[in-house]
């Protein structure tokens, strides 16, 4: 990702540090399971995540939560959420806070 581009950005990574994986007590931004996210100048937000498994329990809610979430941020006028399995995610892709709250050195 690149670098923040405003306020906007972090206000919804802070959003998106509020969702949580129900099975891994981490949240999914520091899981790494937020890919990118691009901001237009109208306030169109386009996320593209991935889940821990195409399997994954919350499969279905997670990604609606996401939305939800993000919509709710001051500034945002519309969100694309966008979930894709490739690249997989693998425990590399979490932050080091992420992997110390998990033991996963």
């Given at each position: 990702?690149s ?5 906007l950005?972090?206000?919804i990574?802070e959003?998106?540090k509020t969702?949580?994986d129900?099975e891994?007590?981490v949240?999914i931004?520091?899981?790494g399971l937020?890919?990118?996210i691009?901001?237009q ?15 994954c329990?919350?499969a ?8 939800q979430k993000?919509w709710?941020v001051d ?8 979930v894709?399995?490739?690249p ?10 992420a ?7």
């Amino acid at each position: 990702m690149s670098e923040p581009k405003s306020e906007l950005e972090q206000q919804i990574i802070e959003a998106l540090k509020t969702v949580y994986d129900p099975e891994i007590p981490v949240d999914i931004y520091e899981l790494g399971l937020i890919y990118e996210i691009d901001i237009q100048e109208d306030g169109k937000v386009n996320i593209t995540m991935t889940l821990t498994s195409p399997m994954c329990p919350v499969a279905e809610s997670l990604p609606m939560e996401v939305q939800q979430k993000v919509w709710e941020v001051d500034g945002v006028s519309e969100v694309a959420l966008n979930v894709v399995y490739d690249p997989p995610w693998n425990k590399e892709m979490m932050s080091e806070e992420a992997r110390f709250a998990l033991d996963m050195f």
